[in-house]
């Protein structure tokens, strides 16, 4: 039985709007913020995309000799290679610049992803996404991390829906004895035009499964954000995000600039 648009935007709105009864809490390291969707990158394809997060008001102290979020620009360049029609590998390089730091290295991420097929004709998007990596003890107390990040998205006429219910787990630092925690992230946006879409991204970090934090230690972010659809080889997203708590970096703006090449083969997308 399907479901009509109508009725899966109303689940989306209720969804999120139960979500974000609660209050959000430390502050996330926000240098590639993306609710991810269910496709991959197509074989000898390279995608090529830079993630830029200004943080205008955000944590102004040093916590646990951590670099206070506040005034911080983050620049992160992600480049996926497509391996097969249902597989890809990404890999991350964040970098951070702030007054009295400077530009600086932070850490590198890989990530590879497999995808449901096509054949299997499923009724939604859905792929899998695993995340290990490292970022500098000044940016993060957790150095080592891995993150695995289920995806599901479905498109219904000009209404599209994401979302990622991830699992995250600290292999060196201060919370590598917390076991699993769960970082979910969604997405609802409407085509207005063939070329702009708009809607409402949610970010989120509840702490540890079956013990989450207290709402003031939670993280919970909001963004509104566009979409430009202005060629298949481009993906532009923009959007300003809000948290809600003192811990959560209050402010961000946000930017996202892709472009997909293709290598030995000709291109299908003009």
């Not at 497999?114 to 996404?129: E, F, I, K, M, N």
Request: proline share 5%.
């Amino acid at each position: 039985m399907r479901s009509s648009p109508i009725k899966l935007a109303a689940f989306a709105v209720l969804a999120i709007s139960l979500i974000c009864c609660e209050r959000s809490g430390v502050a996330q390291g926000n240098y590639e913020i993306q609710v991810y969707g269910a496709d991959t990158v197509a074989p000898k394809t390279l995608m090529t995309e830079l993630h830029s997060n200004f943080t205008p008001e955000g944590q102004k102290y040093y916590i646990n000799g951590v670099i206070p979020t506040n005034h911080q620009q983050h620049e992160t360049l992600e480049l996926t290679e497509g391996i097969t029609n249902w597989s890809e590998i990404g890999f991350y390089v964040f970098t951070s610049e702030q007054d009295g730091h400077g530009v600086q290295w932070v850490g590198d991420h890989i990530r590879p992803r497999v995808r449901a097929p096509d054949s299997w004709h499923l009724p939604v998007g859905l792929s899998l996404s695993t995340e290990i990596g490292y970022q500098r003890a000044v940016y993060s107390p957790d150095t080592w991390t891995w993150e695995i990040r289920p995806i599901i998205d479905k498109t219904a006429g000009r209404w599209y829906f994401a979302v990622n219910p991830a699992l995250e787990r600290t292999l060196h630092g201060p919370d590598v004895n917390q076991g699993l925690g769960f970082s979910p992230a969604a997405k609802v946006s409407y085509d207005f035009t063939r070329v702009v879409s708009c809607g409402v991204e949610y970010y989120a970090d509840y702490g540890r499964l079956g013990a989450f934090d207290s709402l003031h230690y939670q993280q919970q972010q909001i963004f509104v954000v566009t979409d430009l659809n202005t060629s298949p080889k481009w993906e532009i997203n923009i959007g300003v995000g809000v948290g809600s708590t003192a811990s959560t970096d209050h402010l961000i703006v946000k930017g996202i600039l892709g472009r997909r090449f293709d290598w030995g083969r000709k291109s299908a997308i003009e």
